[in-house]
Every structure is written in structure tokens, then in C-alpha cells.
């Protein structure tokens, strides 16, 4: 089972950037899509993106779209998400995920096996 390690949150005004990593302890990485969600408080978790495990296709919300990039590197088994042009609604709690499964990176919780622990952002007004 694969376990991954979120990092890279903190607080940050808004318009700024925050890059965050998420550092798999599976070799096998580069065969799972990644994807990233976030919970803001008193909220539903919400889709952010996702990449396919070659990385040639991305997937957006489009509450992010145009603002946040995920990209991965496989020979450092990391996905990352450069979060630029922040407001204070992105702030919330952000989970990389992991699916096994599928090839085509999805937007649907339940398509994916394995979940970090989160790591949390702060945008002040």
C-alpha cells in the first residue's frame, strides 16, 4: 500500500503562490494517476486536479483553472501542485490521492485508492 506525504502548506496573502509537494513511498508511482483535492471547513471535499501517470494529460476544476498547476516527477515518485494567484476561498485543508485503477486522470473521489494526510492553506485578505 502506497503512503503519501503532503507538504508545502502555510499561510500566504492573497495573490501570492504556494507549491505544494506530495512525496509517494511506492515505487510503483509512476503507474498511479495523482490527483489533488481540498476541504475547506464546514465544506464538502472538492476536486482540484489531476494528472495521468505519464503526465501528458491534466484536469482541472474550474474554480483553479488558469491559477494552479500539477505536474509530477516520476524518478522522484512527487506530484505537485503550483498554486499561484491565490484567494482566500482556496483556503482549505489539501489531500494528494492516488488511483490504481484508471488511466484517465478523473475528478471523482471514489476512483481513487490512496489518500495523504493533507496539508493545510491559509490565503488572508
Known amino acids: 500500500q502506497v503512503q503519501l506525504v503532503e507538504s508545502g502548506g502555510g499561510l500566504v496573502q492573497a495573490g501570492g503562490s504556494l507549491r505544494l509537494s506530495c512525496a509517494a513511498s511506492d515505487r510503483t508511482f509512476a503507474t498511479y494517476v495523482m490527483g489533488w483535492f481540498r476541504q475547506a471547513p464546514g465544506k464538502n471535499q472538492e476536486f482540484v486536479a489531476a494528472?495521468?501517470?505519464?503526465?501528458?494529460?491534466?484536469y482541472y476544476a474550474d474554480s483553479v483553472k488558469g491559477r494552479f498547476t500539477i505536474s509530477r516527477d516520476n524518478a522522484k515518485n512527487t506530484v505537485y501542485l503550483q498554486m499561484n494567484s491565490l484567494k482566500p476561498e482556496d483556503t482549505a485543508v489539501y489531500y494528494c490521492?492516488?488511483?490504481?485503477?484508471?488511466?484517465?486522470?478523473?475528478?471523482?473521489?471514489?476512483?481513487?485508492?490512496?489518500w495523504g494526510q493533507g496539508t493545510e492553506v491559509t490565503v488572508s485578505s
Open positions: 494528472i495521468s501517470r505519464s503526465a501528458d494529460r491534466t
Open positions: 490521492a492516488a488511483d490504481r485503477r484508471h488511466s484517465n486522470p478523473t475528478s471523482y473521489r471514489y476512483d481513487y485508492d490512496y
